[in-house]
């Protein structure tokens, strides 16, 4: 596995001494609820009016939009960061991941198509110099994708394991959303059809890739 990652930002941040968690629970969906009904990212002190709670508390849970940004992103992801499944076979866990999380990016479209947002907003000011907190990191996939490939590992070269694991993160996330849904105009039905076509398709040529390989060696 790629051991030069950037580490994605933490799911949510640690609730801070001295805030019950009611509270917090309560600025996470009232930040989620203003993304929802205005399509637009909230400030911390929009969310904190919105909630009917103090600014000083409101920036006590989320000291940067980034951090509160993973903590809707966190709420969002929900049992797909802890995905466990019974298949042994590396293809059908990964097609159980596929259909298992599905619903829930449809569900919560709205938040994770705003982490794009905010991350390329980020990266611009990042290479203007001009970002003013620490950005916000996404790349929770990369976890969940390898958790759920494991099986293969065993049965793919190291390099040819790489190749699937970032083929299948182009696959896997709000990303296919922007393109079927955005340019190609394509219903939720029809873009899981094709989120299972395509992750299918990979492992099926990374598997057979790794069989020539296989070949090739032994006639040497």
Same mark, same amino acid.
């Given at each position: 596995?790629?051991?030069?990652? @950037?580490?994605? $930002?933490?799911?949510?941040?640690?609730?801070?001494?001295?805030? &019950?968690?009611?509270?917090?629970k309560l600025l996470l969906d009232s930040a989620i609820e203003l993304l929802q009904r205005t399509g637009c990212a909230p400030t911390i002190a929009e969310v904190a009016k919105y909630a009917g709670?103090?600014?000083? $508390?409101?920036?006590?849970?989320?000291?940067?939009?980034?951090?509160?940004?993973? #903590?809707? =992103?966190? +709420?969002?992801?929900?049992?797909?960061?802890?995905? #466990?499944?019974?298949?042994?076979?590396?293809?059908?866990?990964?097609?159980?991941?596929?259909?298992?999380?599905?619903?829930?990016?449809?569900?919560?479209?709205? $938040?994770?198509?705003?982490?794009?947002?905010?991350?390329?907003?980020? +990266?611009?000011? #990042?290479?203007?110099?001009?970002?003013?907190?620490?950005?916000?990191?996404?790349?929770?996939?990369? +976890?969940?994708?390898?958790?759920?490939?494991?099986?293969?590992?065993? +049965?793919?070269?190291?390099?040819?394991?790489?190749?699937?694991?970032?083929?299948?993160?182009? =696959?896997?996330? =709000?990303?296919?959303?922007? @393109?079927? &849904?955005?340019?190609?105009?394509?219903?939720?039905?029809?873009?899981?059809?094709?989120?299972?076509?395509?992750?299918? #398709?990979?492992?099926?040529?990374?598997?057979?890739?790794?069989?020539?390989?296989? =070949?090739? &060696?032994?006639?040497?």
């Open positions: 596995m790629n051991t030069n990652l @950037v580490s994605p $930002t933490p799911d949510s941040p640690d609730k801070p001494a001295g805030i &019950k968690s009611a509270t917090f709670i103090s600014r000083a $508390t409101a920036y006590r849970c989320f000291p940067s939009k980034g951090a509160m940004l993973g #903590a809707m =992103v966190s +709420q969002s992801l929900g049992p797909m960061r802890t995905f #466990a499944s019974e298949q042994t076979q590396g293809k059908e866990r990964i097609l159980e991941l596929l259909s298992r999380s599905f619903p829930r990016l449809v569900k919560h479209e709205t $938040t994770l198509r705003m982490a794009v947002q905010i991350s390329l907003e980020q +990266q611009a000011l #990042a290479n203007a110099g001009m970002i003013q907190e620490k950005p916000y990191r996404r790349g929770h996939r990369i +976890q969940i994708l390898d958790k759920a490939l494991e099986p293969l590992k065993a +049965q793919l070269p190291n390099d040819i394991y790489l190749k699937l694991h970032k083929a299948l993160s182009m =696959v896997y996330g =709000v990303e296919i959303f922007i @393109v079927m &849904k955005d340019i190609w105009n394509d219903k939720n039905k029809d873009i899981l059809t094709n989120m299972m076509w395509m992750a299918e #398709a990979l492992i099926d040529s990374a598997i057979n890739q790794a069989k020539s390989h296989l =070949v090739s &060696k032994n006639k040497r």
